[in-house]
């Protein structure tokens, strides 16, 4: 079992920022592409966000430009910060492996962005 557990979350208004952060247990997180993924009410989870285990990245359109994923190996841990905020970002924030999903989901994270 690896757990994930993310925080960072919160209320913020439209054109604001927040940093999300989560933390994975087990030593696989050093060689494994992570992910951020959102689920807004009523719509499917998406990927927003990866990163390889060498730091390469990728964005969905988007966010892309908006948000930066980046990670520490070190402390087994993924962050997201998000610029620019839209009320669209609205949803539950969750990390997970990709394109796999080889880790348990955690509770999440929610972000609420106010117009």
């Known amino acids: 079992q690896v757990d994930t557990v993310e925080s960072g ?3 913020v208004q439209a054109g604001g920022s927040l940093r999300l ?3 994975v247990s087990g ?3 050093r060689v ?3 992910g951020w993924y959102r689920q807004a009410p009523g719509k499917l989870r998406e990927l927003v966000a990866a ?3 060498d730091g390469r990245t990728s ?3 988007s966010v892309k430009g908006r948000f930066t994923i980046s990670r520490d190996n070190a ?5 997201l910060q998000m610029n620019s905020l839209k009320p669209e970002d ?3 924030y969750y990390c997970n492996s990709e394109p796999r999903h080889l880790l348990d989901w955690g509770q999440g994270t929610q972000v609420t962005v106010s117009p």
């Open 27 to 29: 030593s696989i997180f």
């Open 59 to 61: 964005y969905a359109d």
């Open 21 to 23: 952060s989560c933390a």
């Open 90 to 92: 609205t949803a539950v």
């Open 51 to 53: 990163i390889t285990a």
């Open 32 to 34: 494994i592409t992570m």
């Open 9 to 11: 979350g919160g209320l």
């Open 75 to 79: 402390k087994n841990t993924v962050y």
